[in-house]
């Protein structure tokens, strides 16, 4: 198949405007015979469902939360991009997509991005009319702070809380849909696969989390918005709840499967702190603005400090390695994730991390407190030192954080071409369920923006093309292939349950992310690879044999929805290893220990890797077909990626 990503012709900052005067619209009237499925209500899907609804059509919102509210994107902290420009620091649309080229390490597709960069202006416009408290300066006007991968102030935030903020207000449009009855809400219901009828995507089959019932629902298009699949390593920052069940149903139905493994660490997390822990927690990248990292300069004395014979405190700052801003002198600590993930992760291998496991560097806040004192620095940071308190039990106004890379954002996701549709017709994926827009490692607060620009600014167009094309009549599950698809889901769920094994989904969980983490994580090699997928087969084959799951499909069944989320991350774990193998560079968030600069950079090979690699689902148990789309740079030159 030939991937034809529909970017428009002209120039790149041309190119949106017109396409939204060439795509073909649906009349008002005609809206209101459209029925769109939108999968999931975070920022992506909620904005969608609402903005959709609010022009005419009919929309069905499913959730497996007892409410939209509970959405991931509420986990969001430090803020959300825009090139506004407030602070008058030299931002611009171009600056904004730029960093988010240069941050993506090249691997992103230029007319996405520059788009992103031009929407979000419109975003905050959105937000701040839909009373979302941005924190505002002393005069009034909307703040802003600065974030990794750049050198401007372009990020605008509400306190500690940016997400949970940004969602309620699309929350407050969605509920004012659902009120009309524009929108008709499904909480607890699970997508479990995707219906096609006639190469068209139809509807969707759930299944109800509380009762069990398999339930069918048809629609003109259906619209994913079902997030990341960082899950896929058992431990990371998102909730446990997060899985790839929606977009992997949708790849074993047709839908391509982009960069699998470009998979985001993120530096500052709270370290692991015990075998039994299951999620990981973030601490914002706003607070690199002001916390400086280091470790020990010595082995010997890093050693005295996870023994415990001496305080962080107590240790000179001539003794002091402040390695980002010795390294990366022009970023400082204001590096991009993946860069300073990597080099927290070289102090400890090097023997200089800290904490009772070694596998952690301190983020200092005593030059800035000290230069504006403690109030100062908890109106900014005060929820998220106080939750940090809560759960290491160290102050940090009077002691450094403890902070260790983990696993946080997937830039890898469903094909979707310009106008955000896979390779199915009719199947949309928005948000961080899509590959588009960040390449090989997202700048911070660039997952808000996307999930916004998606949901209100570009689907409500892009959609309206293709419907415009679809004949109006009613679509319902009287087709064969709904049936089908319902047989298919059954049948599965039977399976599970009928296995009768020793092991608990968890189980099977936690041995995959381990071999995730240790071979496709931070770093990767060839030689890991190949180990991990010799042994991500094996534990496949012992899933099927193995599994046991007690009560019945009839009920309320947690055990029985994660063992379903993890058969699917088995499989998506066999992806990305196979991605990462195939791809013999390094970029961005992939860092192959084979292709490095001398100084420990990523070395990429844009001779041969300057690709979106889109993964074809053939069968099961067969080798997945690679499907190249070549990325082509007219606005910004392939450079190898320096922030010293």
């Known amino acids: 198949m030939i991937l ?112 992103l960069a031009q929407v979000s202006v419109n975003i905050i416009d959105q937000c701040v009319a839909q009373g979302v408290p941005f924190a505002r300066e002393y005069g009034g006007l909307l703040a802003n702070r600065s974030f990794g991968g750049a050198q401007v102030s372009r990020t605008f935030y509400a306190r500690g809380q940016t997400g949970q903020q940004l969602l309620l207000g699309a929350y407050s449009a969605l509920s004012r849909q659902i009120a009309y009855g524009k929108v008709k809400m499904y909480t607890r219901s699970e997508m479990l696969d995707v219906v096609i009828v006639d190469g068209q995507a139809r509807g969707i089959i759930t299944r109800n989390l509380i009762t069990g019932e398999i339930e069918k629902h048809a629609a003109h298009a259906v619209v994913l918005a079902t997030g990341g699949y960082g899950n896929v390593f058992y431990l990371s920052t998102n909730a446990m709840y997060c899985n790839a069940t929606a977009a992997w149903r949708a790849h074993k ?40 990292v280091w470790v020990p300069k010595t082995v010997e004395m890093a050693e005295k400090v996870r023994q415990g014979q001496i305080k962080p405190q107590d240790i000179a700052e001539d003794d002091r390695d402040y390695f980002l801003e010795r390294k990366y002198p022009a970023f400082g600590n204001l590096v991009p994730r993946d860069v300073a993930s990597r080099n927290a992760k070289m102090m400890c291998d090097e023997g200089r991390g800290v904490g009772s496991t070694g596998l952690a560097v301190y983020l200092d806040f005593a030059d800035i407190i000290k ?33 260790y890379p983990a696993v946080h954002y997937t830039m890898g996701g469903l094909w979707v071409d310009y106008n955000l549709q896979t390779t199915v017709p009719g199947l949309y994926a928005t948000g961080e369920c899509n590959f588009s827009d960040h390449g090989a490692n997202r700048l911070g607060a660039s997952a808000l923006m996307q999930g916004l620009a998606d949901g209100y600014f570009v689907i409500p167009y892009t959609i309206g093309d293709y419907l415009a094309q679809t004949p109006p009549k009613p679509v319902t599950t009287e087709n064969p292939a709904f049936a089908q698809a319902e047989a298919d889901v059954r049948g599965r769920v039977q399976k599970l349950m009928s296995i009768n094994g020793t092991r608990t989904p968890d189980d099977f969980h936690k041995h995959l992310g381990h071999l995730m983490w240790e071979y496709c994580g931070m770093a990767r090699t060839a030689e890991g690879l190949k180990h991990a997928k010799v042994e991500i087969q094996k534990l496949r084959k012992e899933f099927w044999s193995d599994l046991k799951l007690s009560g019945s499909n009839d009920e309320l069944n947690q055990a029985l929805e994660k063992a379903g989320r993890v058969a699917d991350f088995l499989e998506l774990g066999e992806l990305m290893v196979d991605d990462a193998l195939n791809r013999n560079e390094s970029c961005g ?21 300057a690709y979106v690699a889109a993964w074809q689902y053939v069968g099961d148990n067969q080798p997945e077909i690679l499907n190249k789309e070549e990325l082509h740079f007219e606005n910004v030159k392939l450079t190898q990626r320096s922030y010293k």
């Open 4 to 115: 034809d990503s529909k970017i428009p012709e002209g120039p790149r900052a041309e190119k949106w405007e017109k396409h939204k005067f060439n795509v073909k619209l649906v009349n008002p009237a005609n809206k209101r015979k459209y029925d769109v499925i939108v999968v999931g209500t975070g920022l992506a899907g909620g904005a969608a469902a609402a903005s959709l609804a609010e022009l005419g059509y009919n929309v069905k919102a499913f959730t497996y939360h007892d409410s939209p509210r509970r959405a991931h994107s509420i986990a969001a902290q430090g803020g959300i991009n825009a090139a506004k420009n407030y602070q008058n620091d030299g931002d611009s649309v171009f600056r904004l997509f730029y960093d988010t080229i240069k941050g993506g390490d090249y691997r992103a597709r230029e007319a996405n991005v520059y788009r």
């Open 253 to 292: 139905k047709g839908a391509y499967f982009a960069n699998p493994c470009f998979t985001q660490i993120h530096p500052t997390c709270i370290p692991v702190s015990g075998d039994y822990q299951s999620k990981l927690t973030l601490m914002s990248e706003s607070l690199r603005n002001d916390g400086r």
């Open 371 to 403: 230069r504006t004192g403690a109030d100062a620095v908890s109106q900014k940071y005060g929820n998220l030192f106080d939750m940090y308190a809560k759960i290491t039990d160290e102050d940090p106004y009077t002691q450094p954080m403890r902070i």
């Open 589 to 609: 968030g992939h860092f192959r220990e084979e292709y490095a600069t001398e100084d420990g950079e990523a070395k990429r090979n844009d001779d041969e890797y």
